[in-house]
């Protein structure tokens, strides 16, 4: 197949290559794919050489699933892959008759790119796959419509778009095309799952998928598989959100068959208190289905709460799932970093030692710039942590909002930019060490949230409406870390829990 790939290749990049390289010619050609195309100009002659283009060709693998065209009649598939460089990623597309898939399954022809993708979307198309939701058997024959386009692009991320059934093409939905940066990039795993698939299962009429475990480098069980997930399209995000619509992930309801017996822990709704640490409850065992509701205020400006588990015998931190919610003012914006005006002679570094919130750290950093007649606005960054002040130049710039990562920024009062766009919706994640950021979700009062951690050993999986899985390294001997804790490090916050022993599932 790879042989055949560069096969094929060699003749596309040739023809591509030989084209002139004005970018009016490069696109109206319905065969060029982003390989022959970069900042909307040809790839130079360059790439006609063949050592050159064997060179670049090495990555090409993993075909999607096939799905049957109603316009034609034929049977379509793409295969992945990406540039020498990875700096575009590839998803060729090929075609086979009905008689010849069904008979030799020989005869695929190679159509065009499924997906130019020139924007920067996908630096490195693996894995990937095609589907409409909810979804259908796979010998009905896919018409034009909403589709989903997933593949391992950092994170197994997801494009919602529209599949037109003439042209055989993909085209993304705007509102996934903004910068691929969190809070703005859609992931079937947001940790360190990768190279996830899934399939549409007659059976059960549900759309279930598998992500890799992945860094387990030198374990015997490195590459496993997390538990069955089911792939379902969303609710609409609420108003005033500035994320579209998602797919909703979770485990299968098979996975609640592993429970054995009745919870060994088991907390009633209780109010939790940042100065007084909850107790560790025993859950006698380190494959657990841990489930926590958190509830609070309507309207509270922040939130932030969760548990811990593989807490070690003895004390420890064991790892921690925090679920926030942060409600943007003028003086509290989560998410951004102000870009103009640094003063580097007033940044000043925290106390590491401290257990610092996105809030405390807001509240040292505004009392810093308060103190100071040239200050306007300032950026409280979590790595260090430090507050990083500004003078004029940063009310003038204005924040870029949002922007990836953890950093909060504010302004004071007189010096809030006129053009200033503040979000009606909070912003709300939840996080675990390795297994990263991931959108979080309210319930239907918008005052409550569900999480759901399970845990086999060194793998933890967290759950609430998106997955992430990542990998726990504790010091002391893991079969001994059989503590579960709840925490708050914000006040008004109450919460529930229940923990259950899980049997190994029989494959």
Not at 57 to 74: C, I, N, Q, V, Y
Not at 94 to 109: K, L, P, T, V
């Amino acid at each position: 197949t790879h042989v055949k790939v560069r096969e094929e290749w060699v003749q596309w990049i040739s023809r591509c290559g030989a084209r002139n390289h004005q970018s009016s010619k490069c696109f109206a050609q319905p065969h060029v794919h982003p390989m022959c195309c970069h900042s909307h100009r040809c790839v130079p002659n360059k790439f006609r050489s063949l050592p050159t283009l064997l060179a670049s060709l090495t990555d090409f693998h993993d075909d999607a699933e096939p799905w049957k065209s109603d316009s034609d009649g034929r049977w379509y598939t793409f295969a992945s892959g990406g540039n020498f460089n990875r700096t575009r990623g590839v998803n060729i597309l090929y075609s086979i008759s009905d008689a010849d898939f069904h008979a030799s399954g020989e005869g695929w022809r190679l159509e065009h790119a499924l997906w130019n993708i020139t924007s920067g979307q996908c630096n490195f198309v693996s894995c990937p796959e095609m589907y409409s939701l909810p979804g259908a058997p796979a010998d009905i024959p896919r018409t034009s419509g909403t589709v989903v386009y997933e593949s391992l692009c950092g994170c197994d991320q997801y494009w919602l778009g529209h599949y037109d059934d003439g042209a055989h093409t993909f085209t993304p939905f705007p509102s996934y095309t903004v910068p691929t940066a969190a809070p703005s990039t859609y992931c079937y795993d947001y940790g360190d799952g990768r190279a996830s698939k899934s399939f549409w299962d007659d059976r059960t009429s549900r759309r279930l998928m598998w992500s890799w475990v992945t860094k387990a480098t030198g374990k015997t069980w490195n590459g496993c598989q997390t538990v069955p997930r089911v792939i379902e399209l969303a609710p609409p995000p609420p108003q005033g959100s500035q994320r579209a619509r998602e797919l909703s992930i979770n485990p299968a309801a098979e996975v609640d068959l592993l429970r054995s017996g009745q919870a060994v822990v088991s907390v009633p709704l209780s109010p939790l208190s940042p100065d007084h640490p909850s107790a560790v409850h025993d859950a006698r065992g380190v494959q657990l289905d841990v489930l926590v509701n958190l509830s609070w205020q309507a309207g509270a400006a922040a939130v932030d709460a969760g548990v811990r588990v593989l807490v070690p015998e003895g004390g420890g931190a064991g790892f921690a799932i925090t679920f926030s919610l942060q409600r943007a003012t003028e003086s509290f914006l989560p998410s951004t970093n102000i870009p103009h005006g640094d003063l580097p002679g007033e940044d000043f570094r925290l106390n590491a030692s401290h257990p610092w919130t996105p809030q405390a750290g807001a509240s040292a950093c505004a009392a810093r710039c308060d103190s100071l007649t040239s200050c306007t606005c300032w950026t409280y960054v979590p790595a260090g942590p430090r507050c990083a002040i500004k003078g004029p130049g940063g009310a003038n710039g204005g924040p870029l909002f949002p922007v990836p990562g953890p950093d909060v920024s504010g302004y004071k009062a007189g010096h809030v930019p006129s053009n200033l766009t503040i979000p009606t919706a909070p912003q709300v994640t939840v996080s675990g060490g390795a297994a990263g950021v991931m959108p979080g979700h309210l319930g239907s009062s918008g005052a409550t949230a569900e999480l759901r951690i399970l845990v086999d050993h060194s793998v933890v999986e967290v759950y609430d409406g998106t997955a992430a899985m990542a990998l726990f390294n504790p010091v002391k001997d893991i079969t001994s870390a059989t503590g579960v804790q709840l925490f708050a490090t914000s006040q008004g916050v109450s919460a529930s829990l229940e923990v259950y022993s899980m049997n190994s599932a029989v494959v």
